[in-house]
């Protein structure tokens, strides 16, 4: 009985140090399970120590530019339609930014040699 309640603690025990940060890598599956939505618009709003990244779709008006109806949307604006929202620990912001700091800098790279972009 006794040698089973070691088992059980031992069981509850994490091989992890308590308080300390491990770095270990991250590989990303092959193909993901998730939708792929477009999107055209990205609003950012900061939550206590939450980041919210809000992606929408902008339809253009279907009918031809009139001078009334461009009064009207400069003061009305066009609605924009919520695809996705992604909520992030506030701690990873910076970690946003230089993903999208390398993938701008990927990009300009091949801009510059004329290839595409992959």
Known sequence: ???RRRTRQQ??????PVGQIVAVPLHWQSEPQVPVLFANQVAL???????VIMFGIVKQPLQPPTEELTARLKIEGLPVVPVAQVVMGRHKVKDLIEA???????????NQEGGQPR
Do not use: G, K, S
């Open 11 to 16: 069981a509850h025990q994490t091989p992890w």
């Open 1 to 3: 009985m006794a040698e």
């Open 100 to 110: 999208f700091t390398d993938l701008e800098r990927q990009l300009n790279a091949q």
């Open 45 to 51: 709003q900061v939550l206590e120590d939450q980041l």
